[in-house]
Nanobody, 122 residues
Framework: QLQASGGGLVQAGGSLRLSCAAS?????????MGWFRQAPGKERESVVG????????YYTDSVKGRFTISRDNAKNTVYLQMNSLKPEDTAVYYC????????????????WGQGTQVTVSS
């Protein structure tokens, strides 16, 4: 089970840190972890993903240079540091896990957490 937290309301230019804690299962080296988001009236989009070791990471272009994903395998937790937030980042953010060692934005993820709302005001 994946539990996302850390969302909230922030002004444009601000920062938030999302966390995704796993329980009931250890997402080890066989699992790739990712963050997705879905804005109202839009399709869900892949934001970022990270391998177990952290040496394989992908970001969608719109967040490059502003968002940073990391994971603490000892805590079975993945983080998403979001800086320089923009109103267009407003969405429900979901964390997910894929049973692959290499992933891309189009990879099908196997396990999903509930979302956490991020709202960026202008």
């Amino acid at each position: 089970q994946l539990q996302a937290s850390g969302g909230g309301l922030v002004q444009a230019g601000g920062s938030l840190r999302l966390s995704c804690a796993a329980s009931g299962r250890t997402f080890n080296s066989l699992w790739f972890m990712g963050w997705f988001r879905q804005a109202p009236g839009k399709e869900r989009e892949s934001v970022v993903g990270i391998s177990w070791s952290g040496n394989k990471v992908y970001y969608t272009d719109s967040v490059k240079g502003r968002f940073t994903i990391s994971r603490d395998n000892a805590k079975n937790t993945v983080y998403l540091q979001m800086n320089s937030l923009k109103p267009e980042d407003t969405a429900v953010y979901y964390c997910a896990a894929a049973r692959v060692t290499i992933a891309a934005p189009t990879t099908a993820y196997d396990h999903w957490g509930q979302g956490t709302q991020v709202t960026v005001s202008s």
